[in-house]
């Protein structure tokens, strides 16, 4: 399985992104799709979660309200839309994938930056 994220940039504080997270080999109803995020000197934490099945979505407190995620199931594509961008929205984003109990595999990351 490998993942492939893209569509970070630069934008300004109440801007929007949309993040996209192309998804290569098996995918099953059961599997669970999740984006997290690193900012600079901080540990890497949850934002978003679903299932594939599209049923089941979990956020971040930090985060409700502001972004949504989806996914394609013709393109195999995880999606992250982010609106009224916050300055501590910056971070480097990953897409990961869970097939178990852990998240397995991992993309290699898209970085957001919002000024204020």
């Known amino acids: 399985v490998q993942l492939q994220a893209s569509g970070g940039g630069s934008v300004q504080a109440g801007g929007s992104l949309r993040l996209s997270c192309a998804v290569s080999?098996?995918?099953?109803?059961?599997?669970?799709f999740g984006w997290f995020r690193q900012a600079p000197g901080k540990e890497r934490v949850f934002v978003a979660t679903?299932?594939?099945?599209?049923?089941?979505?979990n956020y971040a407190d930090s985060v409700k309200g502001r972004f949504s995620i989806s996914r394609d199931i013709d393109l195999k594509t995880i999606y992250l839309d982010m609106n009224n961008l916050k300055p501590e929205d910056t971070a480097v984003y990953y897409c990961?994938?869970?097939?178990?109990?852990?998240?397995?595999?991992w993309g290699q990351g898209t970085k957001v930056t919002v000024s204020s």
């Open positions: 990961a994938s869970s097939y178990s109990t852990s998240y397995d595999y």
């Open positions: 679903i299932r594939w099945s599209g049923r089941n979505t």
């Open positions: 080999g098996s995918i099953f109803s059961s599997t669970w």
